[in-house]
């Protein structure tokens, strides 16, 4: 890992690997780094976030779950962000406590779902009593509130953020505002701040705006042509951007119209990983063999405009 690289281009939310009786896999973690390095050309993991099922594995699982990620990521992974949000303060407390103990390269924290801070203090208190718990870990918010229920907008949440969370080093911004990122890329004068967007099929759009990067399942399994269009938009050459974006909008709008969610995620990186992911944990359940032949069809029938 590369400490104190500032977080940008792609990062990976991780899979969990379970095995078909619903275990956690730590057995093909090796060659899942492998695959996102040498495959996909993806160099940055964020562990236990949603499409890692975060939320419905217990503190053991995660721990061994994080433990394995920064161990098979040495020398290979430039930064192992480990997720540690919970809905208890002290869970999530010893979580940071334990990625920092194994040396995470940062941590994340979501906003609390079912007792939910009602304004950007409550939540910023919060974060602040986790992220004390890690004080040389660099810290992000998560913020997703589709399924947090969370709304407050990050722009406010920013002001002063610095002098309560001194580790405090961006946002993993999973939301299709825009307006709010524009803004808080506004603010950010100084630069000190990663903005990493969290929402696959609209990321060119974050990236026009000034995102750093971004942090998201597809790019388990489409990392290398997001990377093409990451490389199209520096130089700039916003056509071949463009058609990148529009190709994996194409797979994407084919697989929500089925129902698309982190089960479905777990079979589609499968077949194109060859790794096995495994079944998700309940309520989550697995994708259908209908899903699976027609999202496999599809993926194989777009052509990249780099002819792969
Ligand atoms: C709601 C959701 O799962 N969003 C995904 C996206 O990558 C999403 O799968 C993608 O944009 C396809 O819709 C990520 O933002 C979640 C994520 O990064 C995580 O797993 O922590």
Redesign the pocket.
């Given at each position: 890992m590369t400490p104190g690289k500032k977080l940008q281009g792609l990062v990976a939310?991780?899979i969990t690997p379970m095995t078909p009786d619903g275990q956690i896999n730590l057995s093909v973690i090796r060659q899942y780094v492998d695959y996102l390095v040498t495959e996909q050309n993806v160099k940055n993991v964020?562990v236990n976030?949603?499409?890692?099922e975060?939320l419905s594995l217990n503190i053991q699982e995660r721990k061994q779950l994080a433990e394995e990620w920064v161990c098979q990521g040495k020398d290979k992974l430039d930064h192992v962000i480990i997720?540690v949000g919970a809905l208890s303060l002290p869970e999530s407390q010893e979580l940071a406590q334990h990625a920092a103990a194994i040396g995470a390269s940062g941590i994340a924290v979501i906003a609390p779902f079912f007792f939910k801070p009602t304004n950007k203090d409550e939540l910023i208190a919060f974060l602040q009593k986790v992220a004390s718990e890690a004080p040389a870990v660099p810290f992000y918010y998560?913020h997703?509130p589709?399924?947090t229920g969370v709304k407050i907008r990050v722009e406010g949440l920013l002001d002063g953020i610095k002098e309560r969370i001194p580790t405090f080093q961006g946002v993993?911004f999973?939301d299709t505002d825009l307006l709010d990122l524009a803004q808080c890329i506004n603010k950010n004068e100084r630069e000190q701040f990663a903005f990493l967007y969290?929402?696959?099929?609209q990321l060119l759009s974050a990236l026009a705006i000034g995102a750093d990067g971004a942090?998201?399942?597809?790019?388990n399994y489409l990392g290398r042509q997001t990377n093409l269009m990451l490389q199209a938009f520096a130089k700039p050459d916003l056509a071949l951007a463009r058609k990148y974006q529009f190709l994996t909008g194409e797979f994407?709008s084919f697989v929500?119209k089925l129902g698309?969610?982190?089960a479905q995620?777990k079979a589609v990186m499968t077949f194109v990983s060859g790794i096995p992911m495994g079944p998700p944990r309940l309520p989550l359940v697995d994708a259908s063999e209908e899903f699976i032949v027609k999202a496999k069809a599809k993926l194989d029938s777009i052509v990249w405009p780099d002819g792969d």
């Amino acid at each position: 890992m590369t400490p104190g690289k500032k977080l940008q281009g792609l990062v990976a939310a991780t899979i969990t690997p379970m095995t078909p009786d619903g275990q956690i896999n730590l057995s093909v973690i090796r060659q899942y780094v492998d695959y996102l390095v040498t495959e996909q050309n993806v160099k940055n993991v964020f562990v236990n976030g949603t499409t890692g099922e975060g939320l419905s594995l217990n503190i053991q699982e995660r721990k061994q779950l994080a433990e394995e990620w920064v161990c098979q990521g040495k020398d290979k992974l430039d930064h192992v962000i480990i997720h540690v949000g919970a809905l208890s303060l002290p869970e999530s407390q010893e979580l940071a406590q334990h990625a920092a103990a194994i040396g995470a390269s940062g941590i994340a924290v979501i906003a609390p779902f079912f007792f939910k801070p009602t304004n950007k203090d409550e939540l910023i208190a919060f974060l602040q009593k986790v992220a004390s718990e890690a004080p040389a870990v660099p810290f992000y918010y998560y913020h997703i509130p589709l399924l947090t229920g969370v709304k407050i907008r990050v722009e406010g949440l920013l002001d002063g953020i610095k002098e309560r969370i001194p580790t405090f080093q961006g946002v993993k911004f999973s939301d299709t505002d825009l307006l709010d990122l524009a803004q808080c890329i506004n603010k950010n004068e100084r630069e000190q701040f990663a903005f990493l967007y969290g929402v696959d099929e609209q990321l060119l759009s974050a990236l026009a705006i000034g995102a750093d990067g971004a942090v998201g399942s597809t790019y388990n399994y489409l990392g290398r042509q997001t990377n093409l269009m990451l490389q199209a938009f520096a130089k700039p050459d916003l056509a071949l951007a463009r058609k990148y974006q529009f190709l994996t909008g194409e797979f994407l709008s084919f697989v929500i119209k089925l129902g698309f969610g982190v089960a479905q995620t777990k079979a589609v990186m499968t077949f194109v990983s060859g790794i096995p992911m495994g079944p998700p944990r309940l309520p989550l359940v697995d994708a259908s063999e209908e899903f699976i032949v027609k999202a496999k069809a599809k993926l194989d029938s777009i052509v990249w405009p780099d002819g792969d």
